[in-house]
């Protein structure tokens, strides 16, 4: 029998993930006895409560403790040790997500009605054999589509992962518009549908790959494959939830072609308006051009570093694939230069391993060589105190999202420079 002295003093005190701390006691029987639980979820103290349980038999056996009323959600739909295990913008976004994916199953349902009904669903006269050379003319292009777009943009959508992923939903809105409006005008209806396919074709890469991209952000624990498996379960609950309305909704809007397209727009109305809330609700903690720009600007105005967070929000969503200024990084040699004088103009005054160029149709030549200069000048006085004001700010200084070309140079004039 345990000692009645220490009834009352906690042999430990244990935590499942960020839930509260409960003790276990000594019970006067000498099992293992804890505390009432009081789970902490997103901050949220004392929001569930469960009644301890004792080790069955007093020893020997495994720890038996009652979940949470939501304890199994979280387990299904939330990637283990949420939140600690993702990054802070997650539940916002996913959120904000799962509004917008709900928004499109709608959309996608009355869209997929009209593209089965202008291919002859339902209609006696309909020919197979039309309609299925409609539909393989319709993926063929899709697909070449898919190839030829991952081929010219894919290098880019990691550097603006927020913008591509906003791009690839209001494409996709598109595309549903145009299948709507196939049916209506059945001489244009297989370049109609082709063309639907060609745009959803790109928003299968765009979203997919900026999905991957946001995955790898939110994944804090090196937990890539669970943070994109528990989205995959969410999307999957919010298209079924979308399948159970859409069997509701279509019986009620297929007899009424205006009703349909007013249904479909205020839907979209909907979810681009969520994507826009989600992608704005993301804090991408390493530098793109775009957030680079607006950190430096601001930097060189009040000699202050913006954080992650206000450096998000002020970050375009809608401009930032046409910057009004570009920057080109690893270009080849000749882009910056043509001849050996212009090249050791290039070289002296300074020892870092790279060459900077000012685009020359913005500046006369004679004074090129004096921005280079002066730049570098900058450079040398700012740029310590400007990485160490990115990291003292939370900017993750070990990694970037800038778009950089594969070209290098080693240096054999001056060894000091190594490779460029």
Known sequence: MADATNLNRPLCCEQFGSGAARGCFAAADGSLQWEAWGWRWWDFSGAFTVKPQRLAGGAGGALGTASPPLSSLIAVFLPQGFPDSVSPDYLPYQLWDSVQAFASSLSGSLATHAVLLGIGVGNAKASVSAATATWL??????????????????????CNAKQWRLFADILNDV??????????????????????????????????????????????RNNMADVSAKDSSQETLVNLAGLLVSLLMLPLVSDCPGFSLGCFFFLTALHIYANYRAVRALVIETLNEGRLRLVLKHFL????????????????LWTGFWPSQSLSLGVPLHRLTSSVFDLQQ?????????????????????DNWVIVRDTHQVLDKLFPKFLKGLQDAGWKTEKHQLEVDEWRATWLLSPEKKVL
Not at 137 to 158: E, H, N, P, Q, Y
Not at 176 to 205: D, G, Q, R, W
Not at 349 to 361: A, N
């Open 137 to 158: 003319v319709k993926d063929s292009t899709g697909m070449l589509g898919r190839i030829i777009f991952a081929w010219w943009k894919g290098s880019k959508l990691d």
């Open 175 to 220: 595309a549903m518009f145009l299948e709507i409006m196939a049916p209506i005008y059945p001489i244009f209806f297989t370049i109609t549908i082709c063309t639907s396919n060609l745009a959803k074709c790109i928003v299968s890469v765009a979203g997919g790959a900026t999905r991957a991209a946001l995955t790898m952000h939110q994944a804090r």
């Open 301 to 316: 105005q009040r000699g202050e570093v913006l954080g992650p967070t206000s450096a998000n929000q002020m970050e375009p």
């Open 346 to 366: 290039l070289v002296e005054g300074h020892q870092e391993p790279y060459l900077l160029r000012w685009d020359l149709s913005q500046s006369p030549e004679k």
